[in-house]
């Protein structure tokens, strides 16, 4: 088939030119290129075409939700659709009346918590004030850990909330596992097939497709270890060490505040008793302890949990709740209390979802450390029914990984969590290991010879054993890197001494740092410190600035929508 001049707005030249190529071409590069062309804007066709309008907010902590916006947006304008791409803490709700195509992309943080930067918004949403949205349609994706009891509730909530208002679903709300790049790409074609009403190929930049070091935990780097030590003293109860991993050759790149995801395996010994407990109502595969070796086998998600009772006709684990079980036990508890279970081996494997990667905060500056990364991280080792369990990752690491080893990894970046380039000044609020992003911050301030405030306050059980790169902040502190440190060690005294108690002590001169622009971060436990150092900031600027809780509450929502009150929390 060929054009001619009488059927084509073409002329004679560019006719030859289109009859040579067309002919050469497969369907899959005949797909692309129709694809490329629609991307491609076209002022003089569309003129008079109303343009199509999506507006996408991002609900994100660790800035996968935030990636994934991106992506969204990128694919949506190659299908000629004007989108704004925003997150929740910058999004003006007075707009939500303006919109008429909404896409919610929002994980969910703790306990079913929404992510810090999407508080304001959601709590607007969830108001009275909220305006009804007959107008508009919308879809959410929710991103999430099945592990935790209220898997993707932020997105959920979004989903329902919108509803409530009277706004039309152009999808059915998407949740994602920890594993959520497939259903996420499924979530994003939909999208742009309703409303773009057309299946555009992904169409990859120059410099995605020449990049020699896209890392990621589907194609990580194996990083070499070069070094390894423990940062306790002799005599702590702890085991926290320092990880030093060569990123020579791999051309990968990594700001302060950024993770490195570790791919890790199972333990040995669990897997082979793992293996050992199981009975299929078919052959046992002779790989079945390889396949368990990255299978998720340590902890008894919810999804997991109600599943295995499909295959279950014991009455006593029937009638038992998730809530009441799960803490501490692993699949092994399940299989050696309450089996046989009745199934094959597809069946059971079918129910495991992969080992999620293991995120830990990034305790170097590459300025000082152009081709390594440090890490800092504590043993997870605990007793339950008299069987002592280890952290997947942490325990590999301590007990099997040494120095020449290599660990596959990735770098995952977090931009709610980031260094201020400028003379800002910073507070930096950490327990344990949670002060690891903050030596990445001092170490970069070392390098760019930065001598601005810079405040820590950082605390652990005992300063002779737990004071965690103890000669690091003293030489900062001689340089001037670091200005200030506060130090809580909570068993060094009759009475518990944590961060909060010091932020307390020092409620003046805070809330000057406050009142003079200052970010504030914290890294740390999630379920107490974190809540402990959130409830001590609002007394402090309560009673510092003589205000109400309503107005305190308001100063630190300020604070957190200008990226002044920055959290890395787990």
Known sequence: MSIATTNSPFNEAQIQLLNQLLPSLDIYQKAWLAGYISATPQADITSNVETKKVTVLYASQTGNSQQLAETLGERLRQANVETTVV??????????????????????????????????????????????????????????????EFFCKTGADFDQQLEKLGAKRLISRV?????????????????????AQVNVPTIQSNATVNEASVYTKSQPFYAEVVDKFVLNGRGSSKHTMHIELSLEGANLTYEPGDSVG???????????????????????PENLQQQLVTKEITQLTKPLFEKLKNYSKNEAFLALAWQDYHYGRDLLDVLTTYGPFEWTSEQFLALLRDLPPRLYSIASSQLANEESVHLTISKVAYETDGRERL?????????????????????????????????????????GTGVAPFRSFIEERAERQQTSDAWLFFGDQHFVTDFLYQTDWQQWLEDGALTDISLAFSRD?????????????????????????????????????????????????????????EEANAYLTELRQNNRYQRDVY
Request: proline share 4%; with cysteine.
């Open 391 to 431: 952290g997947v990752c942490s325990g590999q690491i301590a007990e099997q990984i040494e120095v020449g080893d290599q660990l596959p990894i990735y770098i995952h970046h977090n931009p709610n969590f980031s260094l201020p380039k400028d003379e800002t000044p910073i507070i930096m609020i950490g327990a």
């Open 262 to 284: 570790i791919l890790s395996k199972n333990n040995a010994a669990l897997v082979e008793q793992v293996a050992a407990a199981l009975t299929f109502t078919d052959e046992k």
């Open 87 to 148: 997150s929740t803490a910058k999004f003006k709700t007075n707009q939500l009346k303006k919109l008429t195509n909404l896409i919610v992309i929002a994980s969910t943080h703790g306990e079913g918590e929404p992510p810090d930067n999407a508080i304001p918004f959601y709590e607007f949403l969830h108001s009275s004030r909220a305006p009804k949205l007959s107008h508009l349609n919308y879809a959410v994706l929710a991103l999430g850990d099945s592990s935790y």
């Open 175 to 195: 949740d994602c596992d920890v594993a959520y790049e497939e259903d996420a790409a499924r979530f994003i074609d939909d999208i742009i097939e309703q409303v």
């Open 493 to 549: 005294q009759s009475t518990k001494i944590y961060v909060q108690h010091r932020l307390a002590e020092q409620a003046e001169k805070v809330y000057e740092w406050l009142q003079r622009g200052a970010i504030i971060y914290v890294c740390g436990d999630k379920d107490a410190m974190a809540k402990d150092v959130e409830q001590t900031l609002l007394t402090i600027i309560k009673e510092q600035g003589a205000c109400t809780d």
